[in-house]
């Protein structure tokens, strides 16, 4: 019959499916001792670039923190220390002298000696290269030269006058000004050195980097690069035999490119993923039950607050601005819309940073309503409130919870305002156009606390849309950069963060926090300062 | 015939141009933000570093004149860099091969499953086979994308691992074949609807009766007479089914980790990366017409009563 057969034709599809469910493999792994050859596997997404001058987001920079190794890392205290140089010193916090250790090599065999890190932030501090780090090399003398204020002329030098070699081993870096963190600045990634081999030819000047050299990048770090970059798929990263600091433990790794972090965390589900960096959000609620003590988490450099526009009369007053800190419950923010995934902040730096003390915001931020409401009225506060935010960041929970708060307990009128993206946010703010309050986030470029005072609080901060300005605040950050040892620059800055406490420029709300998991194959993963999984210390047992 | 293509092949060009330029509007003339900014993402740009992106991509020149540059350069098949300095010819033609083993596997899924249980359908129209399908059809339609494929990947990619939960780059068959399936059955019961109505139609119509009384087979009257006559409308709907697939399906590709057309379009329109979502779109506006190109010539063969002037 007719259509018997074809109902034959049809179910043999499914016929085949079912057959194939019996033979599904049956996954096992025995936790035995750790393999010195096993090999990690990473996820990250694309990078943008690797070129340490041009690499500003975490995948790339994950990428390079395997390929390449630092001036100087950090130690449980978040303080630095030494890798590939010998020496970092100074006796006025202006001149620093670098000097490297004998005996370091990169991946393609040459020396690593003075040159390499000049001509490095040479290429990266000149204008017309467009590197995403070029901001970093500011504080240098010299940088001024090389990015002129009209950007469409040509500078009028190539390399920067700060940099001075003194012989193959040691250099000097002369600043602008005193600043006494300069060596924390040094364990960012735009510091790494570039071999001779990154550019066409060393003697050139404008330097010009060979176009194929970020497809392979040559370092002197830990792993050396096999084969190519490629692109959206996987990057792979083996031992470098030669290395001369502290080797790994592992024999390689294999940075594996999701287009999505969900599909990213389905693979480290399924075991074929043995690190994730960051667990998607909507998976938060049951990552417990998934991965149990293969979840972790650790303090991360993020900090969300919420800003001010100072210059607006409705909220140029302190008092306004205390009194609504203190009508937002941030734990429960923290607990309800973000499953705890984020920590409530009552302090303006972050935990992750030397220096760093717990509740500086003090009375202003704690959760205080009858008492928020009477000094609101009492100020004279606005009666309708709008919070601006972007629409791209998921947001918008958090923002409309905090406005049902501020209703709810100071009983005026509040709306979240969403802008498409958080640079038209920002573009409004700098233009002093109406934004109400609205949202800001800083990720840390080194840790130190100044990193999270100068560039949002100082009264030419690159960062500060809220129209703050403070002398005392401004004077107390430029003696920090001038103190003679960390602790004294520490005091100076505890200090300038207590003003902040008082004039309430912006809120602080929650800080960033790594929830991280890992394979059954994998163990001591750990998350560094950097966002970055440190493949030093994890350790190979699947 | 041939006249036939080369008019067709004229309007093309003229579709061609017109999607192009609303794209081209669209994703450059305001509306997406600072393309600048948002590749910096949410740190500050400094004014050197602007000016000469800007100075890179020609985002000062007045709009016509980018325009026209862009229709030129495309003339030489060159559809210019993303914003993150890669071309955007490689990364079409890398993901393109991906889109296509996806779509292949989906639509097949579609044929094989619709087309069968739609004749099936037919010929019972009204029986229990028929009620069920159609039952079953309508909740799988029913569910969308954003559902299906996932709890699909955590049943049979992570719980029963049969398939792999995710895609690497190049994907192989195997990788895709659940993907496939799922964005396949979305179409499965439409598929299934076109042809039973059809079927059953034709099963009523004078050429079958001749044929019948002619005491030509059964078999024959069903799988020659009948099938072929019934095509037509399965073919229009599979054509543009395809040459939406090469479209990229984003919310699959997405979940599967699928490096295709659909996962770069969003990646770069979330990005606000212009040259690639322009790029992407008018390859992706030729190949739309292409295929709807080729289902109009295959009318002429499922019924030799069309003719093309």
């Known amino acids: 019959m007719q259509v018997r057969r074809l109902a034959a034709w049809a179910a043999l599809p499914l016929a085949v499916t079912l057959g194939l469910t019996a033979c599904g493999k049956s996954g096992g792994s025995d936790t035995g001792s750790t393999n010195p050859n096993g090999v990690v596997s990473v996820g990250i997404a694309e990078p943008k670039h690797l070129i340490p001058t041009n690499t500003a987001e975490t995948s790339g920079s994950q990428v390079l923190a395997a390929l390449f190794a630092p001036l100087v890392d950090f130690d449980e205290a978040n303080k630095p220390y030494e890798v590939a140089a010998q020496e970092i010193s100074t006796t006025d916090n202006k001149t620093w002298t670098i000097k490297l250790k004998d005996g370091w090599t990169f991946h393609n065999g040459e020396p690593v000696t003075a040159d390499n890190y000049i001509n490095a932030w040479n290429y990266g501090a000149y204008a017309p290269n467009a590197q995403d780090n070029n901001y970093f090399f500011d504080k240098i003398e010299g940088y001024a030269a090389l990015n002129p204020a009209d950007a469409t002329t040509t500078p009028a030098a190539s390399t920067l006058s700060g940099l001075k070699k003194v012989d193959d081993k040691t250099f000097t870096v002369t600043l602008n000004a005193p600043f006494s963190e300069f060596k924390s600045l040094l364990g960012y990634t735009a510091f790494y050195p570039l071999p001779k081999a990154a550019f066409t030819d060393v003697a050139a000047s404008p330097l010009v980097l060979n176009k194929d050299f970020e497809q392979a990048p040559v370092g002197n770090g830990p792993f050396k690069i096999k084969g190519a970059w490629n692109h959206d798929s996987g990057i792979e990263v083996e031992k470098y035999d030669a290395f001369a600091g502290t080797k790994p433990s592992i024999g390689g790794a294999n940075f594996k490119i999701y287009q999505n972090d969900a599909a990213e965390y389905a693979d480290l589900q399924a075991n074929n993923l043995d690190v994730i960096k960051q667990i998607p959000t909507d998976s938060l609620p049951t990552v417990q039950g998934d991965l149990g003590d293969r979840y972790q988490t650790s303090p991360a450099s993020t900090l969300q607050v919420l800003a001010f526009p100072t210059f607006d009369p409705r909220f140029s007053k302190a008092e306004v601005r205390k009194a609504i800190s203190m009508a937002i419950d941030r734990e429960e923010i923290v607990n309800k819309v973000f499953q705890g995934s984020q920590r409530a902040a009552y302090s303006f730096v972050s935990p992750v940073v030397a220096g760093y003390r717990d509740k500086t915001c003090g009375a202003a931020c704690e959760f205080n309503p009858t008492e928020a409401k009477k000094q609101y009225e009492a100020a004279g506060g606005p009666k309708s409130l709008n919070i601006t935010y972007n629409a791209d960041g998921g947001h918008q929970a958090w923002v409309d919870a905090t406005c049902n708060q501020l209703k709810t307990n100071l009983g005026v009128d509040c709306v979240g305002t969403p802008e498409p993206k958080f640079a038209d946010l920002l573009t409004k703010a700098k233009a002093k156009k109406d934004v109400g309050m609205f949202r800001m986030g800083w990720v840390m470029d080194y840790p130190s606390m100044e990193n999270y005072l100068g560039p949002l609080y100082s009264t030419n901060g690159s960062s500060n849309y809220y129209g703050y300005s403070n002398p005392t605040f401004d004077n107390l950050l430029k003696e920090g950069s001038a103190a003679a040892t960390q602790d004294e620059a520490i005091k100076k800055y505890q200090a300038a963060e207590d003003l902040l406490a008082q004039d309430l420029p912006v809120l602080p709300l929650r800080f960033g926090q790594n929830s991280f998991g890992h394979s059954t194959k994998v163990k001591d993963v750990s998350i560094d300062l950097f966002n970055r999984v440190d493949l030093n210390k994890i350790q190979y047992v699947g | 015939m041939f006249r036939y293509i080369v008019r067709r092949l004229l309007q093309m060009i003229l579709v061609f141009i017109g999607t192009t330029f609303i794209v081209f509007t669209l994703m450059f003339a305001g509306g997406e933000g600072d393309p600048i900014q948002n590749l910096a993402g949410e740190r500050p740009v400094s004014a050197i570093q602007r000016a000469q992106l800007e100075q890179q991509f020609h985002f000062n020149d007045p709009f016509l004149t980018r325009y026209w540059h862009y229709l030129t350069d495309l003339l030489n098949l060159d559809l210019g860099t ?61 569910i969308p994308t954003v559902v299906l494929a996932p709890i699909g990947q955590l049943l049979f990619g992570i719980k029963w691992p049969i398939f792999p939960a995710t895609a690497n780059n190049p994907a192989t068959w195997y990788e895709l074949l659940l993907p496939g399936i799922i964005l396949g059955m979305l179409s499965v019961a439409t598929a299934m609807r076109l042809t039973r109505a059809s079927v059953s139609e034709n099963l009523r119509a004078d050429f079958v009766r001749t044929a019948r009384s002619k005491g030509i087979p059964r078999r024959r009257v069903i799988g020659v007479h009948v099938l072929r006559n019934s095509l037509i409308p399965i073919v229009t709907f599979i054509g543009v089914e395809l040459g939406s697939l090469m479209g990229g399906a984003i919310i699959t590709e997405r979940i599967f980790n699928i490096t295709g057309i659909g996962n770069l379009l969003y990646k770069s329109l979330s990005l606000g990366d212009a040259p690639v979502v322009v790029g992407t779109v008018s390859v992706l506006v030729v190949v739309f017409l292409i295929a709807n190109l080729i289902v109009d010539l295959l009318y002429a063969v499922l019924d030799p009563r069309i003719r093309y002037e």
């Open chain 2, 82 to 142: 993303s914003l993150t300095g890669r071309p955007v010819w490689d990364l079409i033609t890398e993901r393109f091969p991906t889109t296509l083993m996806l779509a292949s596997i989906a639509i097949l899924v579609t044929i094989v499953f619709g087309i069968t249980a739609g004749v099936i359908a037919g010929i019972r129209r009204g029986g229990i086979f028929d009620n069920i399908t159609l039952v079953v059809t309508l909740i799988i339609i029913g």
